[in-house]
């Protein structure tokens, strides 16, 4: 695993709503560029770019058009190399969004794969003998080719499921994974990789990872290729990141991955966190986070250690945290995912509270989704700095609430959410064992209970954390003695008589011995 993994703090960019700079109404690469010392200033040491490849953004550019070509929207190849050697120039590093599974139907390889002639691409795709044989438990599209037979589509329509093979091979027009047809479909992978990684690019957050090969429900198809692909990667690429959208670590870690995401959805609790109806980051005070620590501790019992998991903000799919969180609370969340193991992922805005937007017009895909990929909020100028554009030709409307946050106001306010999260990165830089490869060990985790404790170790050095989100003190037994404190939100934790109470709103972390 790369060594810079231990302590990466990542900052998640969608491109399209960071920084325009050309007054498309577009966001662009060379906004990113200009904005990579303000991402460095929060102290975030790498980033994760949603995708930027040639698309028609039916579904927001996860519908790959060319992997070996950029989205004019955002520039040309090479603009995005010089991204590359910026972020490298400021020692930080820079993770591309990879989508393996599937394509655009514009990409040439389906327009190819259509005909019914065979060629070269006749097979890069899943189809079905006949336009009459639909494929058991899976969506396809049929009727738009000269090509007798249904394709696989991974998501949306306009996205046919490229040819990996199945684990269990069940009808004639299917190809086992290992067959010639698959393994290509694997090299061609491999060759978009060494494209990017060749170019300077750090690694790839990997969407869908666990999807490519079919019928595989135990993913021992998937595990055996993405085993493939590191080999491949430690050979040629030693240094490349992999990170998974899978959200079963034990899995993907086995697979070859460095870190896989706590999802949304599955069996992650992950929302039990920020996004249900009582969320445990609530000052109610009326959420529960023992199921949560529970699934957590079984994956670290199945990984054996091996890898990082990763507990984000949100991402693009997900609403914002200001959705269900407000004011100290989200101070109080940020508090505990800066504190945690593994790479903390920070969705751009985040850090500033952004809102979901509420009714917006779906685009490109997003429905409602789109309400969390709004532009971001850099100042009090026109379009809050995003674009000089006129704010109808804006890829998503802004949020036109006089009282938005910004970048600009909350730098200048020393109580504000993002000089936290500032201070909070800076703690967690300074200290080993609250790092990505540092210990855990939950010393309270109650069931709909307050508050939650957990020590980060580094050999000798312990750190307890405390957080507690209620409005309302909370105590636990404790058998530690607090030497000092190295951060605190709210008032500090007392510990008397065997007994550690927490201020209601607070967070700290606390050196401790026993």
């Known amino acids: 695993m790369a060594n810079w993994l231990d302590n990466a703090i990542f900052y998640q960019i969608y491109p399209q709503s960071f920084k325009d700079t050309n007054a498309d109404g577009i966001g662009d690469f060379q906004g990113i560029i200009e904005k990579l010392d303000y991402i460095k200033g929060i102290g975030c040491t790498a980033i994760w770019l949603n995708p930027c490849f040639l698309s028609p953004f039916g579904d927001a550019g996860y519908d790959v058009e060319d992997f070996y070509s950029t989205a004019p929207r955002y520039g040309t190849n090479e603009d995005l190399k010089r991204l590359f050697d910026e972020v490298h120039n400021r020692d930080m590093h820079i993770l591309l969004d990879l989508v393996p599974g599937h394509t655009s ?183 529960d986070v023992a199921e949560f620590v529970a699934k957590y501790l079984d994956n670290c019992n199945k990984t054996g250690g091996k890898g990082f998991m990763c507990i984000p903000s949100g991402n693009h799919d997900t609403p914002r945290l200001s959705h269900t969180l407000h004011g100290d609370e989200l101070k109080i969340a940020f508090a505990f995912l800066l504190s945690m193991p593994g790479a903390p992922f920070i969705y751009y805005g985040d850090e500033i509270g952004m809102k979901y937007l509420e009714n917006i017009k779906s685009v490109e895909g997003g429905y409602k989704r789109t309400g969390s990929r709004s532009p971001m909020q850099w100042d009090n100028t026109t379009n809050a700095g995003f674009s000089s554009a006129p704010p109808e030709k804006l890829y998503i409307r802004q949020d036109n609430d006089p009282s938005r946050p910004t970048v600009q106001n909350q730098l200048a306010d020393k109580n504000s959410l993002l000089n936290e999260v500032k201070k909070l990165i800076e703690v967690r830089q300074s200290e080993h064992a609250l790092q990505g490869g540092g210990g855990i060990e939950f010393v309270y985790a109650k069931k709909e209970q307050y508050p939650l404790a957990y020590i980060r170790t580094d050999g000798e050095n312990r750190i307890l954390v405390v957080i507690n989100p209620s409005e309302k003190e909370a105590s636990f037994d404790c058998e530690y003695k607090i030497e000092e404190a190295v951060y605190n939100f709210g008032k500090a934790v007392v510990c008397e008589n065997g007994r550690l109470t927490a201020a209601g709103q607070s967070a700290g972390f606390y050196r401790i011995v026993k």
């Open 105 to 287: 139907i514009e990409h040439k390889w389906f327009k190819e794969s259509q005909k019914d002639e065979k060629n070269q691409y006749t097979n890069r795709y899943i189809w079905t003998d006949s336009k009459w044989t639909y494929p058991e438990n899976m969506d396809n599209i049929r009727g738009l080719s000269e090509r007798d037979g249904c394709c696989v589509v991974n998501y949306y329509s306009c996205q046919p499921a490229l040819n990996y093979g199945f684990y269990n091979v069940t009808a004639p027009w299917q190809f086992s994974c290992n067959s010639p047809e698959a393994k290509e479909m694997r090299e061609e992978l491999k060759n978009i990789m060494r494209f990017w990684l060749g170019m300077g690019c750090d690694g790839f957050r990997v969407d869908m990872a666990a999807s490519l090969v079919k019928n595989d429900h135990e993913s021992k198809g998937a595990i055996e290729l993405w085993q493939d692909v590191r080999e491949f990667l430690d050979k040629e690429f030693p240094n490349a990141v992999m990170i998974s959208e899978w959200g079963e670590p034990d899995k993907a870690l086995i697979g070859g991955f460095h870190m896989d995401f706590l999802l949304p959805y599955g069996s992650s609790r992950y929302n039990d966190l920020f996004r249900c109806d009582e969320p445990f980051f609530s000052s109610r005070g009326k959420g």
